[in-house]
C-alpha cells in the first residue's frame, strides 16, 4: 500500500510540475479582482462542502480545500504579473499544498505506516520544490546568458564605430547603445 501511495503521490506532483504552466498572459485590473473574488467563493463553497463529512475525511477535505485555493492564487498573481519569479511561487504553492494533502491524509494510519507514510510526502515534496528551485535558477541563467550577448553584441558594434569620426561615428555609437539598450 505505502508504494501505491508513494507512486501516486509521485505522479500527481509530477503532474503538477511537468506540465508547463500556462504562458503567462497579462490581464486587466479588473478581471484580475472578479477572478479574486470568484477564488474565494469556490474556496467557500469547497470548505462548506467539506461540512458533511466527519473525522480524518473532513479534514482531508479541508486540506484539499485550502491547497486549491492557494495554488489559484498563485496561478492567478502569475498570469496577471507575468513575472519568472511568480511563476516559481506557482510551482512551489503546487508542491507545499501537494505535501499538505499527503500529510493530512497520513493520519488515516498509526505507528510506523504514519512515519513512513509522512516521511514519502515529504519526500516528494522536497523533490518538487528543489525542481522548482532549479526552474528558478534555469529561468536567471537564460537572463544572465542574454545579458551577456547583448554585451558582446554591443562591444562589436562599438568597435565598428571606431572606424568611423566625428559625427558619423557619434551617430553609430548612440545607435549602437539604443539597439542594445545601453542608455
Do not use: H, W
Not at 508504494?3 to 504562458?23: D, E, R
Not at 492564487?73 to 511563476?87: F, W
Not at 512551489?92 to 510526502?121: F, L, P
Not at 515529504?122 to 541563467?141: F, N, P
Amino acid at each position: 500500500m505505502n508504494g501505491n501511495f508513494n507512486f501516486k503521490t509521485a505522479l500527481i506532483v509530477g503532474a503538477l510540475l511537468v506540465l508547463p504552466v500556462a504562458q503567462a498572459a497579462t490581464m486587466s485590473k479588473a478581471d484580475y479582482t472578479a477572478a479574486k473574488t470568484r477564488i474565494s467563493a469556490d474556496y467557500k463553497a469547497d470548505k462548506a462542502a467539506c461540512a458533511s463529512q466527519a473525522g480524518n475525511a473532513k479534514d482531508v477535505c479541508g486540506e484539499e480545500a485550502k491547497a486549491k485555493e492557494k495554488v489559484a492564487r498563485a496561478e492567478l498573481e502569475y498570469s496577471y504579473s507575468g513575472k519568472p519569479a511568480d511563476q516559481t511561487k506557482v510551482l512551489e504553492a503546487k508542491a507545499k499544498s501537494a505535501y499538505a494533502v499527503a500529510k493530512e491524509k497520513c493520519d488515516d494510519k498509526a505507528g510506523n505506516d504514519k512515519k513512513v507514510c509522512v516521511q514519502e510526502a515529504k519526500a516528494v515534496e522536497t523533490k518538487a520544490l528543489a525542481d522548482a528551485k532549479m526552474s528558478k535558477q534555469i529561468g536567471e541563467a537564460k537572463k544572465d546568458a542574454a545579458e551577456d550577448k547583448r554585451d558582446a553584441d554591443y562591444k562589436v558594434a562599438v568597435e565598428k564605430c571606431d572606424a568611423l569620426a566625428g559625427d558619423a561615428k557619434a551617430a553609430c555609437v548612440a545607435a549602437a547603445k539604443t539597439k542594445f539598450g545601453k542608455n
